[in-house]
């Protein structure tokens, strides 16, 4: 699977030069047969570094960067790899993501718990 197509990448690129701004993230990646999940809103112009939401499945995700290319490199038991989620559409700001995984422990993909965490935001000011 491509996990980029040149449309996605031309987002990230955009979001990379637009620093201090609170991206919707652009693409869902995961790992099929595990827990692992990253959102990325954000992509340096050495097309490898991306920015965003990990998830390792360890109950503690991270903002922060991460490889493109080691994404890529994962190979998986049955021949899989770690792919985009097709059907994937950011509707909040990274930050309330970032809220909603804090308080889930894992990335939180549910509308409810999206709002909660928004709102938690708005009342922190």
Known sequence: MIL???ELRDRLLINGRERDVDHIPVVKFFNPVGAATWLATELDADNDTLF???DMGFGCPELGSYSLLEIASVRLPFGLSIERDLYFEGTFPISVYDEAAR??????LDECRLQQAAAALRERG
């Open 4 to 6: 980029l197509t040149p």
């Open 52 to 54: 965003g939401l990990a």
């Open 103 to 108: 308080k889930a422990g894992c990335i939180v």
